[in-house]
């Protein structure tokens, strides 16, 4: 539905005013980004290499020794395993006693050891020791293994730890009568000997393995030294081929002399470079548009200044000073235009964030500002708003400053006692939020739709005054919010002559905005 607009009797502001430029705070009062400490590409990797490495040398050294003290314990288990079962082949029954028949010489034999104590006993089989040493300990309560077969373990005689090797012996063979007093049972016959051989054996081994990898260490870590070296050279070589190239090089860097892991690098590099050499030739073609377009206005000051310097006739001067005047604000517009611009390129979400805004009542604001011009052009200026609000989320200045432009275009293409409508509704989901600026001007021919939002550009035969900036400002402001806009004919235009133009933008409704309020 279209509602009256509130007519106001002050001055309307010029097509190019633009909102004030922001302060600007001192730099001692600015937030400074915070440091960076940058890190060591090849420090880094040398302690993800070297870091595992020396923590693993010493797990290898216990698991050395560990290695090192089973092969140790081997040989010197079959030795004990061989005095036990000879002890075990000497114990007879005689006169129904279990007896060892070792001679003494035997005996000096068995303890003859420079380094290791070994201890033997035998014990009955009501576990009464009969010969030996009596200090070595009985085997636990846990069930008796076979008869003739050695266990090991480990155990304590005074204080000392010991290996023991120990035998069940049966004394009768199968069908033979038993002539023990006690129930048959098994005689135990046990040899144990201190562990200072095995010790010895053990550290041995270990100096055999570690010593050679006091040596080999620090030869593998001036290897790893120079393959990182070797390997980071390429890097080296990149940089100091960037940085000989001269400042205003922005050729693409060639990727077949790097490794293929810098391939993916050097590619991001190139495109970063292209888009830079983009916006480099786009920002001279700016200027150099720029620098044209701001002749014609200054020279036209300055010629009409001349001329009404030479003139004589108050007449005359009056109407020199208003061509002046109209060129300074033809000036003043241009260059208001190009500052914003500059600032819809140049925003950012840190620097213009975006905010939930109603987007009927924004643009109704704009069309009130713009009611006093549409009367001096007798152009009936309308404003059609939705019965629901639609929020969006936008940044309101530059919004403001988009609008601004569809109406003012609209203004200066709309010919005397023709009409502009500006509208806000919804689409048919109530998901987009969508403003139109529609006019009964000439309109933008079809081929013509895809250029008019290029800088400067104007459309053949067209006499309306402007620079060329104002679509594209446009442009460039609903990029920034993620919106699109279109060109259509005036759906309610049916003059041939002027038919008329359709500027549609569209923008994402806020999800929150979806709930109705009422009518604004």
Request: glycine share 6%; net charge negative.
């Amino acid at each position: 539905m279209t509602v009256p607009v509130e007519h106001t009797t002050s001055e309307s502001p010029s097509a190019g005013d633009q909102p004030s430029e922001p302060s600007i705070i001192p730099p001692q009062f600015a937030t400074q980004p915070e440091e960076r400490i940058q890190r060591s590409l090849f420090g880094e990797i040398l302690d993800w290499m070297m870091v595992p490495l020396l923590l693993l040398w010493p797990m290898s050294i216990g698991i050395t020794y560990l290695v090192a003290k089973s092969i140790a314990n081997q040989p010197f288990d079959r030795a004990l395993e061989d005095h036990v079962t000879v002890l075990a082949q000497q114990v007879k029954e005689q006169n129904g006693k279990v007896v060892l028949q070792l001679s003494n010489a035997a005996r000096d034999i068995l303890r003859a050891d420079d380094v290791d104590n070994v201890y033997f006993q035998l014990t009955g089989v009501q576990g009464e020791p009969i010969d030996g040493d009596h200090d070595i300990p009985l085997p636990g309560e846990e069930e008796k293994p076979s008869a003739w077969t050695v266990q090991f373990r480990y155990d304590t005689i005074h204080n000392t730890e010991v290996r023991v090797a120990s035998m069940y012996v049966d004394l009768h063979k199968p069908g033979e009568e038993h002539t023990i007093a006690a129930p048959p049972g098994l005689a135990l016959v046990q040899v144990a000997e201190t562990l200072d051989k095995r010790t010895q054996l053990a550290n041995q081994i270990v100096k055999g393995v570690i010593l050679p990898e006091f040596i080999i260490l620090p030869v593998a870590l001036a290897l790893v030294w120079f393959a990182l070296s070797r390997g980071l050279l390429p890097l080296a070589e990149l940089q100091q081929r960037i940085r000989k190239r001269p400042p205003g090089d922005l050729s693409p860097i060639d990727s077949g002399q790097v490794p293929e892991e810098i391939s993916p690098l050097v590619s991001s590099l190139n495109e970063m470079l292209e888009r830079l050499s983009s916006n480099i030739d786009m920002q001279k073609r700016f200027i150099a548009d720029a620098a044209h377009q701001m002749k014609t206005p200054l020279a036209g000051m300055r010629m009409q200044s001349e001329l009404a310097l030479r003139q004589t006739s108050q007449e005359e001067i009056h109407r020199s000073l208003l061509q002046l005047a109209k060129s300074s604000e033809s000036a003043t517009r241009l260059v208001n235009q190009l500052l914003a611009l500059a600032r819809a390129e140049n925003q950012t979400p840190d620097t213009n964030p975006l905010h939930p805004l109603e987007l009927a009542e924004l643009a109704k604001d704009v069309v009130q500002t713009w009611v006093q011009t549409s009367f001096s052009h007798q152009i009936d200026l309308g404003f059609e708003q939705p019965e629901h609000p639609l929020i969006v989320h936008g940044n309101p200045t530059m919004l403001r400053e988009m609008l601004n432009n569809l109406v003012d275009n609209a203004l200066r293409y709309t010919p005397p006692h023709g009409s502009i409508t500006v509208r806000v509704r919804s689409d048919d989901e109530g998901r987009l939020a969508i403003l139109e600026v529609e006019d009964t001007g000439p309109g933008i021919p079809a081929a013509e739709r895809s250029h008019v939002f290029e800088r400067f550009y104007r459309i053949l035969g067209s006499n309306a005054e402007g620079s060329g900036l104002g679509l594209s400002i446009v442009r460039e402001i609903v990029e920034r919010h993620g919106a699109e806009i279109d060109v259509f004919n005036n759906p309610r235009s049916h003059d041939q002559k002027f038919p008329g133009s359709l500027f549609r933008v569209t923008l994402r409704i806020e999800a929150s905005g979806s709930t109705t309020t009422g009518n604004t």
